[in-house]
């Protein structure tokens, strides 16, 4: 009896370790295959060079181009879903009816479970001939609409994690603005949102470090071009488009191309570990604790 | 206007806009699904569901991806719900607040946060290449079974958290095991919970491609994958491949293919809605 205990806890435990194992997996693969890169390709011009064209005969092998790419169609989507993700949020904890708000929220969550090659398809054939309605010069593939089809993809993210958030906010202090003679508007901006705000940091943060991460999104909207630019209405490139048309190709295992993709994967990996941890320790350490 | 009264103007006001920001993205959404039925369902009919891929629109069907995405689908249950049940009841049953623990819990909220592209390249070193798979069914399941796996963890600990103690105080006091206990008792009541994680962990897996291209899986597969062993397409796969054609025909290919991966995804999401509801509505402790 004892003995079978034991092994079943053993086991269990195994389960809960392979997830080490994974992390430690990713980080080997990212890190051995980088490093045979920049044994060949200097680290300072990864940093500093201003063009990516590892698959041309005159190789560049600069970063920032895909990094240009990744920031401006997170920032695109950031700029969309935040505002009418926090503006959600607070109307339907402040202003909707229960009944609104339990119809509605199950909706919104809809739009977080279709699959992103969706949303591309989305993005190329109805947003971007729209766009182009208003926006004569806009390419065929662009970040404009890329971007913007990733904010609407990520608004019940940030509205969903902001609710939580202010909800979890005690109904006392409520009371308390009410009481004073505030409008729901002032109470929801001057105490509520105050109230929660490391909360709706971590929602942000956290669709930030999902919009980086995003890839057939991208991929079939933005273009395959890496270029260094903010302009929204040209072909970019971002590091994971990078990624999925290395992998489309067929490049030779242990060229100097293949290892191109890992470099930019640890490279996507650093930022989506800083920010995720960034999210954990605000979580910690800000976290109002209301009793 | 006094002061109180421009308040309540503003007041209103964003009452208005809160209300348009909600219905923005219900009339994407509803726009978007509209936009898809009437470009691909035209298209859909026994044929398209039935033919191989082909170089000629009118002729190209959905037969290899939707059988590929059945076979990822079966591995990748079987390979990651053992696991992560039990490490989802290890850490909520068994573990002791220590350091290694504590950092188990970190790490998988961390895996959780890996963008699903660092897992395929993940898999392409791991199990393409080392273990040498290729751009197998089985390496493209072994990828998404790690992608997964923290979710199932995540939603199996939550569904054990909604267990009473006196569940647990009951069945020791009759002299029962700490493992009789969990099985018989713990898990049976937590079942609903874990069932809604495996089934939301599986709409995940299934609309997934950029992980399976990194490991090599082809858009272009000319037979039915019959074993673990054989390449394979996906039915996201397909239809990035059809999306990124220039030909027309192709992007209503693509439409078709995309209503019948949302098929798919929503009749999942809905069992796992059900299943929700269900069981909170039986389960009054």
Same mark, same amino acid.
């Given at each position: 009896m004892r003995v079978q205990e034991r092994i079943i806890e053993g086991l269990l435990r195994l389960s809960a370790v392979i997830t080490i194992f994974i992390t430690a997996a990713i980080i080997w693969v990212l890190l051995s295959e980088s490093i045979s890169f920049f044994s060949e390709v200097s680290i300072i011009d990864f940093l500093t060079d201003k063009q990516w064209t590892p698959l041309f005969a005159e190789k560049h092998f600069g970063i920032l181009p895909l990094v240009a790419g990744t920031f401006l169609t997170t920032a695109i989507a950031i700029a969309v879903a935040l505002p009418i993700g926090l503006t959600i949020a607070i109307y339907l904890n402040e202003y909707a009816p229960a009944r609104f708000k339990k119809t509605v929220k199950p909706l919104l969550e809809i739009l977080a479970t279709i699959p992103t090659v969706v949303y591309g398809f989305f993005a190329l054939t109805v947003v971007t001939p729209f766009l182009q309605t208003i926006?004569?010069?806009?390419?065929?593939?662009?970040a404009l609409s890329a971007g913007m089809v990733m904010g609407v993809m990520i608004i019940p993210m940030i509205s969903s994690l902001s609710e939580d958030a202010i909800s979890a906010v005690p109904r006392s202090l409520r009371e308390a603005a009410y009481g004073m003679g505030s409008t729901r508007l002032q109470t929801a901006f001057g105490v509520m949102v105050p109230a929660a705000s490391s909360g709706i940091v971590v929602s942000v943060i956290l669709a930030i470090s999902r919009a980086v991460g995003e890839t057939m999104l991208v991929a079939i909207a933005a273009g395959q071009q890496p270029r260094l630019t903010l302009d929204p209405t040209v072909p970019i490139e971002t590091i994971t488009t990078y990624i999925v048309q290395v992998s489309l190709g067929d490049v030779p295992h242990g060229s100097l191309e293949y290892r191109t993709i890992f470099a930019a994967g640890i490279t996507l990996f650093v930022f989506t570990f800083a920010l995720n941890n960034l999210s954990f320790w605000i979580k910690k350490k800000y976290q109002e604790k209301y009793d | 206007m006094t002061n109180s009264e421009k308040n309540r103007l503003k007041d209103k006001a964003f009452q208005v806009f809160g209300v348009f920001c909600t219905f923005i993205g219900l009339v994407v959404l509803a726009i978007f699904l509209i936009d898809i039925l009437i470009e691909g369902f035209t298209r859909i009919d026994w044929e398209f569901l039935t033919n191989l891929p082909s170089r000629r629109a009118s002729r190209a069907g959905i037969l290899t991806a939707w059988v590929g995405t059945f076979w990822i689908l079966i591995l990748t249950s079987v390979i990651a719900f053992p696991l992560g049940i039990s490490a989802g009841v290890y850490l909520e049953e068994?573990? +002791? +607040?220590n350091r290694l623990n504590s950092f188990l819990e970190v790490n998988i909220a961390n895996l959780a946060g890996v963008p699903s592209i660092i897992y395929g390249l993940l898999g392409l070193e791991i199990f393409a290449r080392v273990m040498g798979l290729g751009g197998s069914l089985l390496a493209g399941a072994l990828t998404l079974s790690l992608l997964v796996l923290p979710i199932i963890i995540v939603t199996t600990r939550e569904a054990i958290k909604a267990v009473p103690r006196s569940i647990r105080d009951a069945s020791y006091a009759l002299g029962a095991s700490k493992w009789q206990t969990t099985w018989n008792q713990v898990l049976p009541a937590s079942f609903g919970g874990i069932l809604t994680g495996i089934i939301l962990a599986l709409s995940r897996a299934v609309g997934e491609a950029a992980p399976l291209i990194v490991i090599g899986a082809l858009a272009y597969v000319p037979f039915v994958p019959t074993s673990p062993t054989d390449e394979f397409t996906v039915l996201p796969i397909q239809i990035f491949n059809w999306t990124s054609r220039p030909q027309a025909d192709f992007l209503v290919n693509a439409a078709a293919a995309i209503i019948i991966l949302l098929l798919i995804t929503f009749i999942l999401n809905g069992i796992a809605v059900y299943l929700r509801n269900k069981w909170q509505n039986k389960v009054k402790w």
């Open positions: 926006i004569p010069n806009l390419a065929g593939f662009n | 068994y573990s +002791k +607040k």
